[in-house]
């Protein structure tokens, strides 16, 4: 599992995906909703199917996703 910050608000499963899919087979994509309020916290965490997915996805600090630079922790 590797944790994104900083997503743009108008991220997309399709976004996720082009981003990490040469990473390898990505697992699940949990967007962190508020509780209160139900809006996108603007971050994330992506599953894969293996841990070396994991470790090359987890490579890329500071990819753009739809134009913004998002940070990668894992």
């Given at each position: 599992t590797?944790?994104?910050?900083?997503?743009?608000p108008?991220?997309?499963?399709?976004?996720?995906?082009?981003?990490?899919?040469?990473?390898?087979?990505?697992?699940?994509?949990?967007?962190?909703?508020?509780?209160?309020?139900?809006?996108?916290?603007?971050?994330?965490?992506?599953?894969?199917?293996?841990?070396?997915?994991?470790?090359?996805?987890?490579?890329?600090?500071?990819?753009?996703?739809?134009?913004?630079?998002?940070?990668?922790?894992?």
């Amino acid at each position: 599992t590797i944790f994104i910050g900083g997503l743009h608000p108008e991220v997309t499963d399709d976004d996720m995906w082009n981003t990490f899919h040469e990473c390898g087979q990505i697992a699940d994509v949990r967007y962190v909703m508020d509780k209160n309020t139900g809006e996108f916290r603007r971050c994330a965490f992506v599953d894969f199917a293996d841990e070396s997915a994991t470790i090359e996805a987890a490579k890329p600090h500071g990819t753009l996703m739809k134009g913004k630079t998002s940070r990668f922790d894992y």
